[in-house]
């Protein structure tokens, strides 16, 4: 008798580990979301406007912790080295995939490390010029600076950016040689390109539409396969002259590797959940991301590696160094 209602018990046991491990009944508590940006920047924002909605979703509150520094590097290593169960995640950014190109030492693998789950929004940059300059469009600008090489120079937020090496695939793709300007931050190399100190520069959408529509800057396009929702009037930079050419900023989640699949599973499926949301799309649209969630992780995944091949591509043939 005793015997019987030990092997009982001992099954059950056995079904409620599998069902622990397998994720059944996730989450249970609130979850913990690390945003490797300080508050209020780009990565910040994208992530709390998305996380309410997540959280209600899951049916758990997701806590934002913001661990900025390092093009984002200690938020990921953050996120690579907490337990594997779904309680800690990371808002992926686009800089993960360049970092290892253009830093001596990143503390993980990207790979290797992470679950990826979904994408979340893409945003695109524009590609913009000083109404001085006299190409009007991609095919006249690339023809412009064929003629002069080494003669245009280009702005971008600092030496290793993602807006610098958007240029640089921009340069590399139309077999062109510019000059690199770098500034401390895309605020003041904005401001020199409408003030014609600089004459181009691939500017982030939402703080460059203003400008373009007042007439301040010229876009030529936006760096993305698509037109962006909120510019439909603005091309892409492939339809308007440079076939093939897409480098955007995008944002997605992502887990430390080892977190069981139905986890991984559920949370692909409340990210699609929330951005097929009305109101979470107008949204994301109308500060100018667009919000494009993964068909599956696998799918992410493939867009991952697709990105740090990309960018391994770029850096070599810019030569630039690692710092």
């Not at 069902?19 to 996730?26: F, K, L």
């Not at 993305?224 to 339809?239: G, K, L, V, Y």
């Not at 994301?284 to 969630?293: K, N, Q, S, V, W």
Request: glycine content about 10%.
């Amino acid at each position: 008798m005793l015997s019987g209602i030990l092997r009982v018990l001992g099954a059950l046991l056995l079904c409620v580990t599998a069902a622990a491990s397998s994720g059944a009944g996730y989450p249970e508590r609130p979850v913990r979301l690390i945003v490797p940006s300080p508050p209020g920047g780009g990565t910040d924002v994208s992530a709390r406007m998305f996380t309410p909605k997540l959280g209600e979703v899951l049916g758990q509150q997701i806590v934002v912790d913001n661990r900025g520094g390092a093009s984002g590097n200690i938020g990921a290593e953050a996120a690579a080295r907490a337990a594997p169960d779904g309680y800690t995640l990371l808002a992926g950014i686009a800089s993960l995939t360049s970092n290892p190109y253009v830093m001596k030492k990143v503390p993980f693998d990207l790979e290797r490390d992470f679950a990826p789950i979904s994408l979340t929004v893409v945003v695109p940059n524009v590609l913009i010029s000083h109404p001085s300059l006299p190409a009007r469009n991609v095919k006249e600008l690339i023809a412009f600076a064929r003629a002069r090489p080494g003669q245009l120079s280009y702005a971008s937020a600092g030496v290793g950016s993602v807006p610098h090496l958007m240029m640089e695939f921009f340069v590399s793709m139309g077999g062109l040689k510019m000059v690199h300007v770098p500034y401390k931050g895309a605020g003041p190399a904005l401001t020199d390109v409408i003030a014609g100190h600089v004459p181009l520069m691939a500017a982030n959408i939402l703080s460059t539409l203003p400008h373009v529509r007042a007439g301040r800057v010229r876009a030529y396009g936006v760096t993305s396969a698509t037109r962006a929702q909120a510019a439909p009037e603005i091309p892409t930079i492939a339809e308007a002259g440079l076939p093939g050419y897409e480098a955007v900023q995008w944002f997605g989640l992502l887990a430390p590797v080892g977190t069981p699949r139905d986890i991984v599973t559920r949370l692909h499926g409340a990210v699609v959940q929330v951005l097929e949301d009305p109101a979470v799309k107008k949204r994301f649209i109308g500060d100018g991301a667009d919000p494009r969630p993964s068909a599956s992780p696998e799918a992410f995944a493939s867009f991952i590696r697709d990105e740090l091949k990309k960018w391994e591509k770029v850096v070599k043939a810019a030569g630039i160094k690692p710092e």
